[in-house]
């Protein structure tokens, strides 16, 4: 059974033009001013707030401190103007002026997250976008509880059942609500994977559950064991895995949907403790994320698969379980990768770019236009961006692509340099590279840069270093919860669009 299906699937979402019987909750966005908050959006839905009902609610609102400001909420009963709803839930927008697609976007998961226990909820936020604020329900929404048994939610608790999105003519937005949903269900797929603990995600069932989703879409699956590994000669992917009890697999699915060919590789390792160069063990539970690359890396594919995209492609994703043990790689060792690099291993920790090396050089073979890896690389992505903004880097035209749609799609990724300084660092003296320079300056650049000696020549390369952003340790805050986030399966596959549109 996939990780998808232990979970119950978000929100129902449907388009409706008018709000139907037994309605619970209906939510309506406020903007922010120095005249006061005001209900938006303004030129539509008359026939459902009229303008004296706006003025009701603006002043009930007003009276229990709402100002409008970007996700607050404010819950009053409705007013005896609107027939059939119990009561409306008001989320801030902030001023109108600075309104986006991003903004509607949070401030519908706030909202969602505030229906727990809510059977039927509408909404006119589908009136500003309709496609991010049912991203943004469906999102919020989420939950993860296949692994809870004694303390099953309580009705008040559970998810919101149904979301109506209020919509001013009857064919207003279809395509837009297709789209959002099934990419909201790509993210929720990725954020299923990476909340799985990894006694119950390890290479092999990773690979397997993959595999049930892969087919059930009618795309081709490849997986090879270590076996084949080994046959193949993919030595990075086999020395980090070999520490591990549980061995580790390449995973290759393929999308076959035009002449375009877009390469897509996510790092895969199942959990990490470091090996023998072993993390602290202070936090070191949330490396059950350390897979979330590949995780959205599938769930994309799976995504460009269902959207009928015509582009190719083909998903590449090493997966492996970093353990120290009697047979774990030590630092010291030299492996040699798949197509004959030879790796010196200084830090068995820096295990993410051996298993996307080999990956990166099989990806190759296929003679791709684009290559794209996805990893939860470095701590030093943290500590130069922060833990909600990936870094990108790459050629350069391809990057600064890349880290545009990133911060269209709301995932925030920066451009980042690849410095040709750094790159002696990584010489060794007695294999072709090192995995790690022997300083902590630019680590998340070094590790680009180590990368890059693997991507074939002329390719169009980006590589999305997502360390903080793939996990959220802290609070719920806009559309993203505790736990697996899905960056970046928005930005994947809004590039995957963008080629096949522009190219």
Same mark, same amino acid.
């Given at each position: ?25 209906? =939510? ?7 005249? @006061? ?20 609610? /603006? ?5 229990? @401190? ?25 989320? @801030? ?66 998810? =919101?059942?149904?979301?109506?999105? /209020? ?11 297709? *789209? ?10 990725? *954020?299923?994977? =990476? ?43 086999? @020395? ?115 298993? /996307? ?41 391809? *990057? ?104």
């Amino acid at each position: 059974m996939t990780a998808a299906a232990d979970r119950s699937l978000g929100p129902e979402l449907a388009r409706i033009e008018s709000i139907g019987q037994d309605t619970d909750v209906l =939510v309506i966005g406020l903007t922010s001013s120095e005249n @006061g908050p005001a209900i938006v959006p303004d030129d539509l839905f008359s026939d459902i707030l009229p303008a004296d009902l706006r003025a009701e609610l /603006l002043d009930q609102l007003g009276a229990v @401190g709402a100002k409008g400001k970007a996700e607050e909420l404010t819950r009053i009963p409705a007013p005896a103007g609107l027939i059939n709803v119990t009561s409306v839930l008001a989320v @801030g927008l902030g001023p109108a002026e600075k309104i986006d697609a991003e903004q509607v976007r949070r401030s519908a998961g706030v909202a969602a997250r505030s229906l727990a226990g809510t059977e039927l909820a509408a909404t006119t936020l589908s009136g500003i976008d309709l496609a991010a604020a049912a991203e943004g329900f469906y999102l919020g929404a989420y939950t993860f509880t296949p692994f809870k048994t004694k303390s099953a939610p309580k009705p008040e608790e559970a998810p =919101v059942l149904r979301v109506e999105f /209020l919509v001013p003519e009857p064919e207003f937005g279809t395509l837009d609500l297709l *789209r959002a949903q099934l990419t909201a269900e790509a993210v929720a797929t990725a *954020r299923d994977f =990476v909340n799985t603990p990894p006694n119950a995600l390890y290479p092999a069932e990773f690979a397997e559950r993959a595999r049930v989703l892969a087919e059930a879409a009618g795309l081709e699956v490849e997986i090879l064991d270590e076996t084949a590994l080994a046959a193949g000669g993919y030595g990075g992917i086999l @020395g980090v895995g070999q520490g591990s009890s549980r061995p580790p697999r390449l995973l290759r699915i393929t999308y076959a949907g035009g002449p375009k060919k877009i390469a897509l590789i996510g790092k895969g390792v199942t959990f990490d403790t470091g090996g023998i160069s072993i993390k602290p063990a202070a936090n070191m539970e949330n490396m059950t994320s350390d897979m979330a690359g590949a995780a959205a890396v599938i769930a994309t594919t799976l995504l460009a698969a269902r959207l009928g995209l015509p582009v190719t492609v083909v998903a590449t994703v090493p997966m492996a379980e970093n353990m120290p043990s009697a047979t774990a790689q030590r630092p010291g060792d030299v492996l040699t990768q798949y197509g004959g690099t030879t790796v010196e291993v200084l830090n068995t920790d820096a295990e993410g770019r051996l298993i /996307l090396a080999d990956a990166i050089v099989r990806a190759g073979e296929d003679d791709p236009d684009y290559l794209i890896d996805v990893a939860t690389l470095t701590g030093a992505q943290m500590v130069a961006l922060g833990t909600r903004t990936p870094g990108v880097m790459g050629t350069e035209e391809f *990057r600064d692509r890349v880290a545009r749609i990133s911060r269209e799609s709301g995932e925030h990724g920066w451009a980042m340099p690849l410095p040709p300084e750094l790159r002696a660092d990584l010489n060794s003296k007695i294999a072709d590279l090192a995995n790690v320079a022997a300083h902590r300056w630019g680590g998340m650049l070094s590790a680009a840069l180590f990368l890059k000696e693997f991507v074939p020549e002329g390719v169009q390369w980006a590589h999305l270093d997502v360390a903080g952003p793939a996990y959220n340790t802290g609070g719920p805050f806009g559309y993203i919860g505790k736990g697996g986030t899905g960056v970046p399966v928005r930005t994947l596959i809004n590039v995957i669009e963008d080629i096949a549109g522009s190219d």
